[in-house]
């Protein structure tokens, strides 16, 4: 019995970090696919991003050892990007003013000696926190797991079957019975005395998923709100919200992104002043554009017409 119980509180665990794991990939790959970076390779772009989101940071280098004044063209390799590790020398501000970069591959054109902020090395953030995108979804996403595992749960109280309790005497009796119920026929007849010896057991466990749903359809919702993605129509029907509400929630996918946005373009602002390469950055979905395809036309009552 302890072997069983142990493997039922396992599968449990697997259940439920598999459920994190498939939110976790969702989220990640709609913040992969925010922005529209260039004078960057897609190698480079997708490691700033997934920086950004395990780590919050990133910094960005020459590379060293490499003849640049042979008229070589290095391409976007101009710059190398890596993590970094600050150094205890801070300014007034405390801010550190010495950074080391990371040569997770042990590479060697990646610099192994403290370098100047702002002058050698320039670093990136994506949050004026400086914290990971991750760490800005966490607790709502462990939120949403828990309440995949309570709708998990209320299935299978739902599955209790019915209980048909019955004496050997009517036995045979009771089972043209339940075959008549699971032949959905209109009409069944039976003796009043079998029907007075029978009798039924049910759960009684009551019907919420319909509720725990719009529950975890509004966590969603409100992830995606987080990490600036549309998502009115989801939870409630667009058709259901007034304008205020459709503007307002608008405004917060707007000011999500709007600060993702200001913090990466500050990061590569400062690359083009300290290196001279430029690099763009724009959202690949614009918040316009999210608003004009999910917009509908209302009236002054804010009722879909």
Known sequence: MKVKKQQTRANTQKVRDLFEFHYNQIFFNKWMNKFEIGNLNYQQIEYIMKKFWKDGTIACSRPV???????????????????????????????????????????????????????????GFCQKNHKSIYSLIECKLKELVDLEMTIRMNIKTQKIP????????????????????????????????????AKALVSGVPYTIDKLEQMRQKVEDDINTILGCSNVGIAEKKEHLIVDEVQANDQAIQSSNDDFLDMVQEFFGRIEKVFGYKVTISLKHDAQEMENDTQMEYNEDGEEE
Do not use: C, W
């Open 65 to 123: 050892g490499i003849p640049n004044n042979l008229g070589i063209d290095l391409g976007e390799d101009v710059v190398i990007f890596t993590p970094y590790a600050p150094q205890n020398v801070f300014n007034i501000y405390d801010y550190p003013t010495q950074a080391m970069p990371i040569n997770t591959r042990g590479v060697k054109f990646i610099s192994q000696k403290a370098l100047n902020i702002d002058k050698d090395i320039v670093i």
């Open 162 to 197: 019915f209980v048909a309790v019955t004496s050997p005497e009517n036995k045979e009796a009771m089972e043209d019975l339940m075959e008549g119920i699971e032949n959905d026929e209109p009409i069944i007849f039976t003796t009043l005395e079998e029907s007075e010896k």
